[in-house]
């Protein structure tokens, strides 16, 4: 759920004024970043596909702005590598080059002033209530109890200290049916599909179906594997799981349907898995946010109605930070070798912060950790809610209470103008047809999917504010 | 480079006495694992050949004490799924299933008493010597000036922080050439040479010659990709470069071969990248313990005469510990995308510790904690040294003084029984055997693979001690 811009490190500031003036903001953006050395050279830029999407502003635009900075020298377009920042370009702040003038001795300028600052783009919570003191406190613990063994090469399910915490955390917070020897610690949600992906391949499978709404960087893993994804359809109940054909597994978000926002209805959760029961199939539970309810006690996880043929999927992404890269899978316990083999045969992931994760579990800091953060969501979640129904009455929030974004229903026809206006303000956001499935059998509904969770608490009354002001 | 029973994380502490006491050593080291929790339910056992390799005994004692323990009930042998800790064992420590007596209502027993607790496996630096309080007081620092963007989904070549600071590192220390654009992050040596054997393969090389002498699991990589692994020859100026026949990449340990401990001879460092440029074709150059030279400067990296035609690989596993599971791969820029392309497009190790390693580099910590540590490993070294010459006169120890190991060369035909005594006197210990080639074309050699390094200060003095009353 990365943006491409945010993955690059540099803040794009955009001008709100005239397509000339959106072309020449984008334009010194980057162009200040290059000579800043935000971004050093070989850098490999977005596609301007990627990058418009993500700005939700027009390819040509992003297209030109690429061509006028390769005529200037900064950045290099060749055929087949993309768009890189050029090698000869000056001065990293670190000094290893020199001079702050252009590489056809153009004068620096100052970065051009603007918007957005603003981004609801879903994906990531708000980064900067991550809880910096109390997890270094729980690192301080963690490594002063380790034996010093825990430092070396380790096993590929992960440390056992993670590894037992999450077994009691998964069974009282989620239901999850585990010991520790089913846990496989991953690099995050999407190193566990990478590994997924391997598995089932190996096995045999040559179709995951997946839903009609969810991320494309998702199914792409699995076709990476070789695997092909049709669509689920998706309706009134959630993804309709009746429709599996000919998949031998299935990836499903159930609790919390990204981005509809809807829990799978419980005769579909009966029903999918009795399909695998039936079948031999597998079904991958995506649970990115299950500690997110905010209306009632979440739903259990689907894994707890049949371990053998569930495998489920965590991640500290939303409830702590992308950038922990830590995830875990509950495993089958015919999969944990062929996972383990899919790993490397060794663990990948380090060994400090799965210590200070299972200090972090153990001593109950992730549990307030959670429960603050519930709060500050939820409190977000009802914010935009009554600014929505008082300033947009033609709009409606729908999907449960739960989460880290919220499914803004459109009048039919108006989401590519919002998502156009919303950069006009300056504010990033994204529109329902991101997240559709090419293949899609649902009609398409017009809608944004708007990240509450992803401003720092001092922007997020600016950008609900920018939101408000771009809803028809 | 990990052992197959520390990754199980259980200490084997093995009786010396008798074949039957070995049997019955092993039997009751890994009851007492399971019974205590330390093994939990569904944790698969190394096989027993892989484990009879690491202690140094015959496969059928391994094998035989696995039959005890399955016909016990605490172990499960299935066709397919190797040997596990049976599902109904009792409590684990963390007290999820009750009573501690065995399955079959077994007493506890008490942990047969006696040996090794010595090892000179090769492969890790002394865990105990890890910089604790230093590394968090960096991690302190890194925390605090963090920007919030830098705990979300990030670059797939690492963060921004320790590529600048491993640039300017790695120029210093090793004669680099690169700048952090050319840098790539990775989760250990391993995960490097898995990212790039899938580039190499997507390129279409079908070969990647390696060692005569080297690691099998490095191998065993590349064959995973789909590259065959021929051996070059290795003699008195070391490994031959001549002889690469139709590989079109070579990997290569030119300033400490390991496990032979020589550098590669200034014609062939000159001669490979000759054949390199001439033929298109890669180094992988495997730097892995490029900080520890005890007589002299170390001698550069290759890549410095090179950077178009050389990966550089460097890791922290030796410098540092092999659970931070941070290496790094300096990559000619006309690699850069397809290894990011192959490591997923997305950043994998975690931001903490990568911005933690940063702050240890910049602030210096890095270059104190490399110091002190090559004058501790240096002292056993020559500890090593002078007691082998006192002591055993028929042994010679050989390669240049450096890294974490050195090379006891034997007289011929005794490795088989220096190993099978070491393992009675409960010390673990590699034969050259173990790193050789299988197909090798090279004379075997009977010597010793000491792993100098490996036992912390309190344990070393016995250590070596051990060794001696071992050696011919």
């Given amino acids: 759920m990365a943006n491409s811009w945010a993955t690059l490190g540099v803040d794009l500031h955009l001008e709100p004024a005239g397509s000339g003036g959106l072309r020449r903001g984008l334009t010194d953006a980057l162009r200040d970043a290059v000579r ?73 300028r100052r970065r051009a002033p603007g918007l957005p600052a603003h981004s609801l783009v879903p994906g990531a919570p708000d980064l900067a209530a991550f809880p910096r003191t109390e997890w270094l406190k729980a690192a301080r613990r963690a490594l002063a109890t380790a034996p010093f063994e825990a430092l070396g090469y380790g096993d590929p399910r992960g440390r056992p200290e993670l590894r037992t915490a999450l077994a009691v955390y998964l069974a009282r917070a989620r239901g999850v049916r585990t010991d520790p020897g089913t846990i496989m610690i991953t690099a995050g949600f999407s190193h566990a599909l990478r590994i997924l992906g391997t598995v089932l391949r190996a096995r045999g499978v040559r179709t995951v179906a997946v839903e009609s709404y969810g991320l494309d960087v998702h199914r792409q893993l699995l076709r990476n594997a070789g695997l092909a994804t049709p669509a ?64 009632r006690l979440p739903v259990g996880a689907l894994q707890g109605l049949d371990p053998e043929r569930v495998v489920y999927l965590g991640t500290a992404s939303k409830s702590l930070a992308p950038g922990l890269r830590l995830g875990w899978m509950v495993l089958p316990p015919s999969l944990v070798e062929e996972a383990a083999a899919a790993k490397g045969q060794i663990d990948t992931c380090g060994v400090l912060d799965q210590l200070t994760l299972a200090e972090f579990l153990t001593s109950g800091a992730y549990d307030r950790h959670v429960r603050s ?31 880290l974004h919220a499914v803004l229903r459109l009048p039919p026809g108006t989401e590519q103008s919002v998502i156009q206006a919303a950069t006009w303000q300056g504010l990033a956001l994204h529109g329902l047809a991101f997240h559709r499935h090419p293949q899609a059998v649902t009609e398409p509904l017009d809608a944004l999917v708007v990240g509450y969770g992803t401003p720092p608490d001092s922007a997020w009354a600016g950008a609900l504010e920018a939101l408000c002001r771009v809803l028809p």
């Fill in 232 to 295: 689920l359809p998706y309706g009134e109940l959630g993804t309709d799981t009746g429709a599996l054909g000919d998949a031998r597994a299935v990836l499903l978000t159930p609790a919390h349907q990204f981005p509809m926002g809807t829990p799978l209805h419980p005769d579909r959760r009966t029903a999918v898995v009795e399909w695998a029961r039936r079948t031999g199939g597998l079904i991958l539970e995506d649970d990115y946010d299950g500690e997110f309810r905010y209306d």
């Fill in 373 to 403: 953060s519930r709060l500050r969501y939820r409190r977000r979640r009802d914010a935009l809610a009554a600014a929505v129904a008082d300033r947009a009455p033609d709009v409606r929030v729908t999907g449960i209470a739960a989460g």
């Fill in 36 to 108: 800043t050395g935000r971004l050093v050279p070989g850098t490999r830029l977005p596609s301007s596909r990627t990058l418009a999407a993500d700005l939700g502003i027009a390819r040509n635009t992003v297209a030109e702005a690429y061509a006028d900075l390769v005529a200037e020298g900064w950045l290099t377009a060749r055929q087949g590598s993309g768009t890189r920042v050029a090698a000869g370009v000056p001065a990293t702040p670190h000094g290893r080059r020199g001079s702050a003038v252009g590489p056809a001795g153009t004068a620096p």
